[in-house]
């Protein structure tokens, strides 16, 4: 079952903060983040596993409720750079067999 | 290191037809899965190779199937074409830690059936 991803989308000025939703209605071996540029490949941000560990990048937080099934990706003074559709992964135990399902993705513009 | 590639990048198919896409993973990743975006609905998961044997599989019809070489190179087949097929198709290697590991993708093929 996809996860829910709140906002949709959202548009905000240079340095502005932003916070993305991930939600999922089973319980998750990990969360993964991504950014999708227009015309380009998904690209890794981060990964929060369950027990706490966070992989990934330098500029960008995130964090990883395990008993409420949600994690939230925080862009903090937002650079043009940051625009792009954000998707959340989550895998669920699957005896081995762990697959990454996906959000619907969540636009993020950057204006100046 | 080279990255994911996928061949051809775009691919233009009339209804009915079937397709081949290919895939070559990262240098020393034996995982590939497949994945199929079109707007409004993300990335939609249809399976996932490892050692030449599909893993998992996503919830598409059988026209859509997969394989994987020794090499873990990888192909995904999809027949019968229909016009709800149009869509990017994207391919991901990952080494196999599953959960503990990132995907890799690649640029994607984009597919367009008329």
């Known amino acids: 079952q996809q996860p829910v991803q709140s906002p949709q989308a959202v548009i905000l000025r240079e340095g502005e903060d932003a916070v993305i939703n991930c939600s999922s209605s089973?319980?998750?071996?990990?969360v993964h983040w991504y950014r999708q540029k227009h015309g380009e490949a998904p690209v890794f941000l981060m990964i929060?596993?369950?027990?706490?560990e966070q992989k990934g990048h330098e500029k960008i937080s995130a964090s990883f409720n395990e008993k409420k099934q949600q994690s939230s990706l925080y862009l903090t003074a937002s650079q043009l750079s940051y625009s792009g559709t954000y998707f959340c992964?989550?895998?669920?135990?699957?005896?081995?067999?762990?697959?990454?399902?996906f959000g619907t993705g969540t636009r993020l513009t950057i204006i100046p | 290191k080279a990255g994911v590639t996928q061949t051809p990048r775009y691919l233009i198919k009339t209804r009915g037809q079937q397709v081949t896409l290919s895939c070559s993973p990262i240098?020393?990743?034996?995982?590939v899965s497949w994945y199929q975006q079109t707007p409004g609905q993300g990335l939609q998961f249809l399976f996932e190779?490892?050692?030449?044997?599909?893993?998992n599989k996503g919830n598409f019809p059988g026209r859509f199937s997969g394989r994987q070489f020794s090499n873990s190179r990888s192909e995904m087949n999809v027949s019968t074409l229909e016009l709800g097929d149009s869509a990017l198709y994207l391919c991901?290697?990952?080494?196999?830690?599953?959960?503990?590991?990132?995907?890799?993708f690649g640029n994607g093929t984009r597919l367009t059936v008329t």
């Open positions: 240098s020393g990743h034996r995982s």
């Open positions: 992964g989550t895998e669920t135990p699957n005896f081995g067999n762990e697959k990454l399902t």
């Open positions: 929060l596993l369950k027990g706490g």
């Open positions: 089973k319980a998750l071996y990990s």
């Open positions: 991901a290697s990952r080494i196999p830690d599953t959960y503990n590991s990132p995907l890799h």
């Open positions: 190779y490892f050692s030449e044997t599909q893993r």
